[in-house]
């Protein structure tokens, strides 16, 4: 594969201030070129019409059959220009996947007095190496197709490739991979391909069988009409949630956040997300046995798309996924919701990882 770097420094002397472990980071563009096949996603979206068309599919009793036609493809190669924010000199190097809705903000939120929930300065401190990095159509990367280009088995090659690339950039000897959300299962894929040394996952259950409150919850609407200035170079099949109301239902559990960080969640770090994701990982997930490193779960209680709303005595199946690994720890019970580092027990369970993967040798 071909890597290439352009580093820019990080110059903003605001964020700086506001973060002072900010110093040691980049904002970089890194291309990256991967072979991938394609399956063929059959939902056509162009309005709201549509997207609540598709809610309703994803969202029925009897689920209706995913939007998938035929196999599939033969690898396609392409070349995606990634945008990522490399920070740290530690050996131990945490590479970070957000979720749908969201964006690389979520790990470090650019908003006032926010420390408390900042994963990269709390892993900086903690003396890691840090990459995180907007998923391919997100935030800093390049746009692609929301149906050919934006799938699951094609963004873990891409997690595949930036954890590679950022190995060498920081010549760590050990790697975590660290996933929220969609964000966890591409963590688990790609540690059920390469071999990495522990992997952490939030906002996960391993389990699809309480989705359907989240979709339809999120209320999904079509992005470039909903905000035609911030998202109107993207096609109609990227979709974002409705509103901060709507946001919060999937994301957050009252009374265990600030209304201030929902509000910044969906106007800065909420970013749309495309319609070939989820059909795409729900065709392509089974188990990951192939994983052998340790594996942490960490869940906020009352989580809706993982759980439900309560993770308490469901993570057991979760441990299931994982048959091979050397070994799964869960914790199921932290009073939050979805995004857990958003919450106000974000530094307890900031903690929690670290004294995992310290325990890991990571
Ligand atoms: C919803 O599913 C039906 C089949 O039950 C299909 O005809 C329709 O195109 C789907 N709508 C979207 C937007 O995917
Ligand atoms: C994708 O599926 C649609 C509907 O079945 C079909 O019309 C189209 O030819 C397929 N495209 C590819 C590239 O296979
Ligand atoms: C900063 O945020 C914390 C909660 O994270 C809060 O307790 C504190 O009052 C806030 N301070 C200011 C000056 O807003
Ligand atoms: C990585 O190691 C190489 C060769 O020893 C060295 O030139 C480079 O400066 C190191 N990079 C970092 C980020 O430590
Ligand atoms: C299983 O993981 C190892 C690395 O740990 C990798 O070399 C191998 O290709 C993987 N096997 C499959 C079937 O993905
Ligand atoms: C993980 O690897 C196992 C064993 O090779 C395989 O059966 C499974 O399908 C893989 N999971 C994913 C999500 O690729």
Redesign the pocket.
């Given at each position: 594969m071909l890597y290439q770097l352009i580093a820019f420094v990080f110059l903003s002397s605001n964020l700086i201030q506001a973060h002072p472990t900010r110093s040691k980071c980049e904002d970089i563009q890194i291309p990256i070129t991967i072979s991938s096949p394609r399956f063929n996603i059959t939902t056509s979206i162009e309005n709201d019409w549509d997207a609540v068309a598709l809610t309703f599919n994803l969202s029925r009793r009897d689920s209706v059959p995913l939007p998938i036609s035929g196999a599939l493809s033969d690898p396609v190669t392409s070349t995606y220009t990634i945008g990522a924010t490399l920070c740290g000199g530690g050996s131990s190097l945490l590479v970070l996947t957000h979720g749908i809705i969201e964006s690389k903000k979520y790990w470090s939120p650019d908003l006032e007095n926010s420390s408390a929930y900042n994963f990269i300065s709390a892993a900086l401190n903690a003396g890691y190496s840090v990459l995180s990095y907007d998923r391919i159509g997100v935030g800093t990367s390049s746009p692609v197709d929301s149906h050919h280009d934006a799938q699951f088995q094609v963004e873990t090659q891409v997690l595949n490739a930036l954890t590679t690339h950022a190995r060498h950039a920081t010549n760590a000897t050990k790697t975590a991979l660290i996933g929220h959300s969609y964000g966890a299962y591409l963590s688990a894929a790609s540690a059920?391909?390469?071999?990495v040394d522990a992997v952490v996952l939030s906002g996960f259950s391993g389990s699809f069988a309480n989705f359907a409150p989240f979709v339809a919850g999120a209320s999904w609407r079509v992005a470039k009409l909903q905000d035609p200035e911030r998202w109107g170079h993207l096609d109609a099949g990227y979709l974002v949630s409705a509103d901060v109301f709507a946001e919060t239902y999937v994301y957050f559990a009252a009374p265990y956040f600030e209304q201030r960080v929902a509000e910044w969640s969906y106007a800065v770090s909420g970013e749309p997300f495309a319609v070939g994701e989820l059909p795409s990982l729900l065709a392509t997930y089974d188990n990951f046995d192939?994983v052998?490193a340790p594996v942490l779960i960490v869940q906020g209680q009352f989580d809706v798309s993982a759980c439900g709303g309560d993770c308490v005595g469901l993570l057991g199946e979760a441990r299931k996924l994982f048959g091979r690994a050397r070994l799964v720890e869960t914790v199921e019970d932290l009073p939050a919701g979805h995004n857990l580092n958003l919450h106000k027990v974000a530094p307890k369970a900031f903690q929690m990882i670290f004294d995992f993967l310290a325990a890991q040798g990571v």
């Open positions: 059920n391909l390469t071999s192939n052998t």
